[in-house]
């Protein structure tokens, strides 16, 4: 995807960039907190509560549902969390699921990423309630996402094969 730039076109009505982004390494984890945390010997840091995500280099570990984490890193990571993570040796009490190729994410930043965003998602997206560290699955235009904010904005995912239509969404919502 080319970048969606108010800049490139003085038309624009919003002031805000749209990137899709890179495939990252996507683990799905269920189970209780501490039995994740002794099966990973403590490298996973878990976010301080519901649908807050917590930051560690590279990494995000977010709390998506009762006893769920999704953990995203840099795709170049994957195979050192897989080794870390072994999911085909976790015990039965808990669930780990490597889901790299399965989401699409997209980065929306700039002064109107909000406007933006609240084009496609009806989440109250405003600072004071969708803080630094917020995440939560809702609707983007419609379609099940994960929104979480970023430096500057947002990002979401979306199952990859409604990656094109978000894109293009994306791109009328920023006509």
Known sequence: MTPVVKGSDPDMPYDARIDRLPIYALFDLKGPKEALAAWSKDTLEFPN???????????????????RWLLRDDL?????????????????EI????????????????PDALEVMSIGCTLDLHATVFG????????????????????????????????????????????
């Open 49 to 67: 509560g519901p649908s807050r995500l917590k930051r560690r280099g590279s990494a995000a570990l977010c709390h998506i549902g009762p006893n």
């Open 76 to 92: 170049q990571n994957e195979a050192a969390l897989s080794e870390t993570l072994r999911p085909q040796d976790a015990p039965a």
């Open 95 to 110: 669930s780990i699921v490597r889901v790299s190729d399965t989401q699409t994410f997209f980065r929306i930043t700039g």
């Open 132 to 175: 630094p560290d917020a995440v939560s699955y809702t609707e983007f235009f419609g379609i099940k996402a994960l929104v979480l904010r970023c430096e500057g904005g947002f990002e979401c995912a979306v199952e990859q094969s409604f990656g094109n239509m978000i894109e293009d969404f994306l791109t009328r919502a920023m006509a």
